[in-house]
């Protein structure tokens, strides 16, 4: 399973950008349902999830990225996005895209529960 991202780069605070992680899969595999989150690591500090949305479809949001972030997934090309507005300086960081998840429901934004991530991509506001 490979995730692949795009999109991240340098804007200046309040303005957007957008996230797009494409999720492949080897022929062999079923097509699966996968838990899809999107999480994040600044310098010095730990990882962190952002968004996410479980393997029933329910949509969860830090506290930090509530009312600002939206996540979706387009199922029928397999791929997670992440519509980031009014950027401050503190959501600069590396954003990860991480795939199936092995936790309970509520706990999507737990980085250490999940199986495959993306390269990441930097998103740097200033």
């Known amino acids: 399973v490979q995730l692949v991202e795009s999109g991240g ?6 303005e957007s950008l957008r996230l797009s992680c494409a999720i492949s899969e080897p022929s062999t595999y079923s097509r699966k349902n996968y838990c899809m989150g999107y999480l994040r690591q600044a310098p010095g ?8 949305i479980g393997r029933d479809g329910r949509v969860v949001y830090a506290l930090s990225a509530k009312g600002r972030f939206t996540i979706s997934k ?3 090309e397999n791929t997670l996005h992440l519509q980031m507005d009014s950027l401050t300086p503190e959501d600069s960081a ?3 895209c991480a795939a199936d998840h092995n936790g309970e429901p ?21």
């Open 9 to 14: 780069g340098s804007v200046q605070a309040g």
């Open 45 to 52: 500090k730990e990882r962190e999830g952002v968004a996410a």
């Open 106 to 126: 509520g706990t999507e934004l737990v980085p250490s529960l999940y199986v495959y991530w993306g390269q990441g991509t930097q998103v740097t506001v200033s």
């Open 74 to 76: 387009d199922n029928s």
């Open 94 to 96: 590396e954003y990860y």
